[in-house]
């Protein structure tokens, strides 16, 4: 089946039945040039709230108008496969080592540097690290991986405070697992994604491929490719809900994309990408939410504009503070 426009399109809408939907995911993953109009048709759609019809677009008229609104810089083309290594604006580390498992213990259990390897992302860096079994992590900016050791051995447990993109080798005997927090996720050889960082108060985790068995506190959810839990440790909640299994790489490409997030979630990447303090009021946008996409390489004034183009506000921008009002 060719992938044409009207083709992606319809992936995009979620119209196409199950084998032409992996199909779509198939030839994404190969081929850097369809992965390039994927994206822009991708930021049509979120740029209109995810309420637009795209059949209503004339693509390249539609791209180059929303290029003038807001003037993004191009990216460099990067295909799925090539994530740890071509983030332009990343110092991308590919470190092997021989290392093996986790804690014996509590998972709150405090490791000495010398008992384990610690890998971390600088502010406005992405890092990628390759271990000895072959797995491949990208951590997000302000993230630690902690790999004690003697990884590999009786099993491949890790810790994560921020937030990662793993592609886990597979090894049917050894099971790969994520502590981050009260939370684990366990794993035979899969690709998903974990955003727990300990300022924030949810834990994200997204499966891509394969399947996860997610864990916490004695209760446990097994998910499937296109799966989230969400869990909220202010209210002890847990969320379940689909998601697009191609944003969930997104931020290692570049681009945060956002579907029914609060201001905070937001004003926290904003913070994380330019090195800046925001001031707002929370209760001022209570309960509001957030559909779109921010881009990495679009400027700060550029990313403001975005969400005033969203919701009415007023910003001040003052050296590394950035004040922001709901307009009345």
């Given amino acids: 089946m060719e992938v044409t426009e009207d083709i992606l399109i319809k992936y995009i809408n979620g119209d196409l039945p199950e084998s032409e939907q992996q199909l779509v995911e198939s030839r994404l993953d190969d081929d850097e040039q369809l992965f390039q109009q994927y994206l822009q048709l991708k930021d049509i759609w979120d740029y209109s709230g995810f309420k637009s019809n795209v059949y209503d677009y004339n693509v390249?008229?539609?791209?180059?108008?929303?290029?003038?609104?807001?003037?993004l810089k191009q990216s460099r083309r990067i295909g799925f496969k090539r994530?740890?290594?071509?983030?332009?604006?990343?110092?991308?580390?590919?470190?092997?080592?021989?290392?093996?498992?986790?804690?014996?213990?509590?998972?709150?259990?405090?490791?000495?540097?010398?008992?384990?390897?610690?890998?971390?992302?600088?502010?406005?860096?992405?890092?990628?690290?390759?271990?000895?079994?072959g797995s491949e992590i990208t951590l997000n900016e302000g993230s630690q991986l902690i790999v004690p050791l003697e990884f590999g051995k009786a099993n491949r447990r890790v810790n994560l405070d921020g937030e990662g993109y793993f592609k886990v080798s597979k090894n049917k005997d050894l099971t790969f697992s994520v502590v981050s927090g009260k939370q684990e996720v366990k794993v035979l050889g899969t690709i998903f994604n974990i955003r727990a960082y300990t300022n924030e108060s949810r834990m994200i985790t997204s499966l891509e491929e394969g399947v996860v068995r997610w864990e916490l506190e004695g209760q446990h959810i097994t998910l499937k490719p296109g799966m989230q839990v969400v869990y909220d440790a202010e209210n002890k909640s847990i969320e379940q809900k689909e998601v697009d299994v191609n944003s969930i790489r997104q931020w290692a490409l570049g681009r945060y994309q956002y579907e029914d997030a609060s201001f905070d979630e937001i004003i926290s990447v904003i913070e994380k990408w330019y090195g800046v303090k925001v001031r707002w009021n929370a209760k001022e946008f209570e309960g509001k939410h957030f559909n779109g996409v921010i881009k990495r390489s679009s400027s700060l004034e550029e990313t403001l504009s975005l969400i005033g183009m969203m919701t009415p506000i007023d910003y001040k921008v003052k050296g590394n503070t950035v004040t922001i009002q709901l307009m009345r």
């Fill in 83 to 133: 994530v740890a290594g071509v983030i332009g604006m990343a110092a991308s580390l590919i470190l092997a080592f021989f290392i093996g498992n986790m804690f014996d213990g509590a998972k709150q259990t405090k490791l000495n540097q010398g008992s384990a390897h610690i890998f971390t992302a600088p502010e406005g860096q992405l890092t990628s690290v390759t271990l000895a079994d």
């Fill in 60 to 71: 390249s008229k539609e791209w180059e108008r929303l290029s003038v609104r807001l003037p």
